[in-house]
Nanobody, 120 residues
Framework: QVHLVESGGGLVQAGGSLRLSCAASGVVLSIDTMGWYRQAPGNQRELVADITTAGSTNYADSVKGRFTISRNNIKNIVYLQMSSLKPEDTAVYYC??????????????WGQGTQVTVSS
C-alpha cells in the first residue's frame, strides 16, 4: 500500500505564512501528479494546486501569487508554501498523489488531512 502523511497545518493570523508537507511512503514505484486540495465546512473539496513529475504546476485562481507548490521526486514529498493567508483559506487541506506501486498496480490516494485556520 501507499500512504500519504501530511504535516504543517495550524493556526495563523491573516497575512501570515504556513508550509505544508506531504510524504508518500510504502510500495511506491513512481508518482505522476501530486497535489493539494482543501475543503471548508459546507463546501466541496477543491483543488488548490498540483504538480507533475516534470515540475509543471497548476493553481486555483484564488491562491495564485500567494501559494507555491513544489516537490522532491527522490523523497516523494510535496510541499505547499502558503503566504499572505486569508481567513477564507481556512479549511482542511488534503494531499493527493497517483502513480504506480511496486508490482505495477495503479494507486490514487489521499492523505488524512491537516487543518489550516487563519484568524482575522
Amino acid at each position: 500500500q501507499v500512504h500519504l502523511v501530511e504535516s504543517g497545518g495550524g493556526l495563523v493570523q491573516a497575512g501570515g505564512s504556513l508550509r505544508l508537507s506531504c510524504a508518500a511512503s510504502g510500495v511506491v514505484l513512481s508518482i505522476d501528479t501530486m497535489g493539494w486540495y482543501r475543503q471548508a465546512p459546507g463546501n466541496q473539496r477543491e483543488l488548490v494546486a498540483d504538480i507533475t513529475t516534470a515540475g509543471s504546476t497548476n493553481y486555483a485562481d484564488s491562491v495564485k501569487g500567494r501559494f507555491t507548490i513544489s516537490r522532491n521526486n527522490i523523497k516523494n514529498i510535496v510541499y505547499l508554501q502558503m503566504s499572505s493567508l486569508k481567513p477564507e483559506d481556512t479549511a482542511v487541506y488534503y494531499c493527493s498523489a497517483h502513480g504506480l506501486q511496486i508490482g505495477g498496480r495503479f494507486f490514487d490516494n489521499w492523505g488524512q488531512g491537516t487543518q489550516v485556520t487563519v484568524s482575522s
